[in-house]
C-alpha cells in the first residue's frame, strides 16, 4: 500500500493533504459540511480550523480528494486520540464530505482508505468516527468498511466557547 504522504492519483482524482492553496475550496466544502449537519459556521471557526490543519504541530490532519485541475470534491479531517485501555494512541476520523454530486463513486471510500493508511503509518490499533444515525448513504458506506459498535455517545454541555 502507498504511504499516506504519496498522492495516489487514479482516473484523474487525487487523494492528498490539504494545502495551503486549498483554503477557498476547503472553506466552501467545509460550509456545506457544517450547513448539512445545522452547525453553527461563521469565519472565527473557520480560520481557527484552518490554523490547526495547517500547523504541523497540532494533532488535526485534513486530506482532500481532488480532481487532476485541483477542484476538491470532499475532505477528510482526523486525529489520533488517547486510548488509555491500549496505552496507544488511536485514530479519530471528525469529518468527512463528498459533495453530493460525486457520492456513490467510492470517493468517501478512497478517503477513510487514505486516513486509514496514514493511521497506520501512525500505530494507530484503530480508526474511530461517528456518524447520524439517520445519515443512510454514510452509514451504507461504513458498514461496508468498519463495525459498528455497541457504544451511546454522549455530549454534556459546558456552555458557548465559541
Same mark, same amino acid.
Given at each position: 500500500?502507498?504511504?499516506?504522504?504519496? %498522492?495516489?492519483? =487514479? +482516473?484523474?482524482? %487525487?487523494?492528498?493533504?490539504?494545502?495551503?492553496? +486549498?483554503?477557498?475550496?476547503?472553506?466552501?466544502?467545509?460550509? %456545506?459540511?457544517?450547513?448539512?449537519?445545522?452547525?453553527?459556521?461563521?469565519?472565527?471557526?473557520?480560520?481557527?480550523?484552518?490554523?490547526?490543519?495547517?500547523?504541523?504541530?497540532?494533532?488535526?490532519?485534513?486530506?482532500?480528494?481532488?480532481?487532476?485541475? !485541483? =477542484?476538491?470534491?470532499?475532505?477528510?479531517?482526523?486525529?489520533?486520540?488517547? #486510548?488509555?485501555?491500549?496505552?496507544? #494512541? *488511536? !485514530?479519530?476520523?471528525?469529518?468527512?464530505? =463528498?459533495?453530493?454530486?460525486?457520492?456513490?463513486?467510492?470517493?468517501?471510500?478512497?478517503?477513510?482508505?487514505?486516513?486509514?493508511? *496514514? !493511521?497506520? #503509518?501512525?500505530?494507530?490499533?484503530?480508526?474511530?468516527?461517528?456518524?447520524?444515525? +439517520?445519515?443512510?448513504?454514510?452509514?451504507?458506506?461504513?458498514?461496508?468498511?468498519?463495525?459498528?459498535?455497541?457504544?451511546?455517545?454522549? +455530549?454534556?454541555?459546558? !456552555?458557548?466557547?465559541?
Amino acid at each position: 500500500m502507498n504511504s499516506s504522504a504519496e %498522492q495516489l492519483v =487514479v +482516473d484523474g482524482i %487525487q487523494i492528498r493533504d490539504l494545502q495551503p492553496q +486549498d483554503r477557498a475550496a476547503w472553506e466552501s466544502l467545509y460550509r %456545506q459540511y457544517a450547513e448539512f449537519y445545522k452547525e453553527p459556521m461563521n469565519e472565527e471557526i473557520l480560520a481557527r480550523t484552518w490554523s490547526w490543519l495547517l500547523d504541523a504541530q497540532h494533532p488535526l490532519q485534513g486530506k482532500v480528494v481532488a480532481t487532476a485541475n !485541483g =477542484v476538491l470534491l470532499g475532505l477528510a479531517h482526523y486525529r489520533p486520540f488517547p #486510548e488509555p485501555l491500549l496505552g496507544k #494512541e *488511536a !485514530g479519530f476520523l471528525d469529518d468527512l464530505l =463528498v459533495l453530493p454530486e460525486q457520492r456513490g463513486g467510492g470517493l468517501g471510500r478512497r478517503l477513510i482508505e487514505a486516513v486509514a493508511q *496514514a !493511521g497506520k #503509518e501512525q500505530g494507530w490499533p484503530f480508526l474511530r468516527w461517528i456518524t447520524a444515525q +439517520d445519515n443512510a448513504q454514510a452509514r451504507r458506506l461504513y458498514d461496508g468498511l468498519a463495525q459498528a459498535t455497541a457504544w451511546v455517545t454522549y +455530549d454534556l454541555s459546558l !456552555g458557548t466557547a465559541c
